[in-house]
């Protein structure tokens, strides 16, 4: 019983102090001299590589695009579901015609509520 | 593929889809509480259907069709029924958005009823969360300051909740590689406790379990977000989700434990022993704190703490006692029915007090028995039943848990939720007190509607019917714990 907890203990230990060393062996090496510092503003770019970066990263989005990407999980969400009923279609036969047409009328409610409530109007 | 025996959750399932219809077509928004009455009624009337078709397994074994998930599928109807005709008023207060109150209502019941009779790992989690996104969205349909907050901490928390058990049932597949959890039960018997204890992961994924089903009955410690949902949250969504949320939450623990985890023996009482220790915790400190409350709907968030810690009671007994006596499972459900009754059953009252008064501080209640001796009486018969005084459901649903509890030898665990129902009835009474024995701030009447009062006249009548006749109700419990292994 105390050795199969024992294991759980021990897990938490090694956890802990795991990520105490990952956090703290930067600022020792640091501390020791062996991380040299140097800073430029080449090294503090937020990329070392590849393009330069432009302007800040809080860049404004258009609230209206958060409908279209709600609608478009739906409908992504069917697709993942309707793909392997189709790749089985003879063998589900006629019971998993009914069951996606269900499923397919579920989602197809969604986009008329989604219509009617106007999610679909720019204004 | 059988579909006659899912026509409960079916019937629920069109219900929602043809309020979110309705809503959209017509202008009377007062049809939509009639639509969805209808179609809990005839969601009933299935049930009832199937009462000749019990104990046999649907869908590959997915589902079980048995006297508990009957029990379970009549409790969560008729508290949606309650809860939908308690909102009739309330839902004016949601402006363009009564049909999707509605219609998540239903939604989240009918996850409720899939989770009482749920026999598989993936599809409890599947149920589970139709359940709580339902009860997310609604939590936060008042679209103030307070009802967002309480949303967005319920969603996060809750997140967090469903990633934990979701480790916890990796790792009881892992070890079992089985799903479903009659052949998750046969594969731990065939490789004994002594093969288990040389692997800890089992051990540790039923402590996730406990865990991540933790959050949903608001045991201690996963209570975090129960007091601010509680205060913030809309009143019915708040009646709604104390009583339903805790009920599925404890039928899938029943169920699950019961079936999955019940032999060998020493595991059953390892997971016993951790249910009476955070009956201890959820007693203690839900009591504890909800002496300081002086809003009442945190105060009933801290006795729904308190309340789950003498649920977990049951649960410890059921860990302990040999699995073929009944008691530990039918006094568990015996108590949902009376939490279920008394719980509504201030809730209603707290919407119809607070539609006048506008305040859910405990010192604004001073006069009510004056103001509105009807609403106030039924308040207080709730709020005793919630101590467990004598002649209401709670005294008699306690009664049965501590004397299955004392059977199978846990006396200590009984003194202290004694110990504890002397102290919550501190805070219950000092409402009563406030009601019936302060000056009221003004003589003018409390109206309610019809109903409300309808709604409250059940509950109320319920709670002193199950105090002073239990027998009825007990037969039915013990008839319902017989719960299907396969």
């Known amino acids: ?123 | 593929m059988d579909f006659t025996l899912l026509t409960p959750e079916l019937t629920l399932l069109v219900t929602a889809i043809a309020v979110i219809l309705l809503d959209l077509f017509i202008s009377r928004k007062g049809f939509l509480t009639v639509v969805s009455l209808l179609g809990l009624a005839i969601a009933t009337v299935f049930t009832f259907g199937l009462r000749d078709d019990l104990s046999q397994a649907a869908f590959s074994k997915m589902l079980a069709v048995d006297n508990f998930a009957f029990f379970f599928k009549l409790l969560f109807i008729g508290i949606a029924a309650m809860v939908i005709i308690a909102s009739t008023d309330y839902v004016s207060k949601f402006k363009n958005f009564r049909g999707e109150y509605h219609a998540l209502i239903l939604i989240a019941t009918l996850g409720m009823m899939l989770m009482a009779a749920t026999t598989e790992l993936i599809t409890v989690y599947v149920s589970l969360e139709v359940a709580s996104i339902s009860l997310y969205a609604l939590s936060g349909f008042l679209k103030d300051g307070k009802s967002s907050e309480s949303a967005v901490k319920y969603m996060i928390l809750g997140a967090v909740s469903s990633a934990v058990l979701l480790y916890g049932m990796a790792l009881v597949f892992g070890v079992t590689g089985k799903t479903q959890i009659g052949e998750i039960a046969a594969s731990i018997q065939l490789s004994g406790y002594s093969n288990l204890l040389d692997n800890p992961a089992l051990i540790m994924g039923i402590v996730l379990l406990v865990a991540g089903f933790g959050f949903k009955i608001a045991a201690i410690p996963f209570q975090m977000w129960v007091p601010d949902v509680y205060e913030g949250a809309p009143t019915p969504v708040v009646g709604f989700l104390s009583v339903g949320s805790k009920a599925a939450g404890f039928a899938i623990i029943v169920r699950l434990f019961f079936t999955a985890f019940e032999f060998p023996e020493s595991l059953s009482l390892d997971w016993g022993a951790i249910y009476a220790v955070l009956a201890i915790a959820g007693m203690i400190i839900g009591n504890a704190s909800a002496i300081a409350q002086s809003n009442i709907k945190r105060l009933l968030g801290y006795s729904s703490i308190a309340q789950a810690g003498y649920l977990l009671v049951g649960l410890a007994t059921l860990g302990i006692a040999p699995a073929n006596e009944v008691i530990g499972r039918s006094s568990i459900l015996f108590f949902l029915i009376s939490y279920a009754l008394a719980n509504l059953g201030a809730f209603v009252a707290i919407i119809a007090i607070s539609n006048k008064i506008e305040s859910d501080e405990i010192k604004d209640y001073a006069g009510i028995g004056k103001r509105a001796p009807v609403l106030a009486l039924c308040l207080t018969v709730c709020l005793i039943s919630l101590i467990g005084m004598l002649p209401t459901a709670g005294f008699m649903a306690k009664f049965y848990i501590f004397n299955g509890a004392v059977q199978n030898g846990l006396l200590w665990l009984v003194i202290i939720a004694v110990l504890n129902s002397v102290i919550s009835a501190f805070y219950y009474l000092r409402v009563v007190k406030a009601m019936w024995f302060n000056e009221p701030a003004s003589l003018e009447k409390v109206p309610s509607s019809g109903a409300l009062r309808f709604s409250l006249l059940i509950t109320t009548l319920g709670v002193l019917f199950m105090g002073i006749v239990p027998n009825l109700l007990l037969t039915f419990a013990e008839w319902a714990a017989r719960i299907l292994r396969f």
Request: proline letters at 3%.
């Open chain 1, 1 to 123: 019983m105390l050795e199969t907890y024992g294991f759980v203990g021990l897990f938490i230990i090694v956890t802990l102090g795991f990520a105490a060393i990952m956090i703290l062996l930067p600022v020792a090496l640091r501390f020791l001299k062996v991380v040299p510092h140097h800073p430029t503003s080449v090294k503090n770019a937020t990329f070392e590589c590849g393009m330069e970066t432009i302007g800040k990263t809080w860049v404004q989005f258009n609230f209206r695009y958060y409908f279209y990407a709600l609608l478009f999980v739906a409908l992504d969400v069917l697709v993942v579901f309707i793909y392997p009923w189709a790749t089985q279609i003879r063998q589900l036969g006629y019971s998993g015609l009914f069951v996606i047409a269900a499923f397919m009328g579920i989602v197809l409610v969604g986009y008329l509520y989604a219509w009617k409530k106007g999610a679909l109007e720019w204004n």
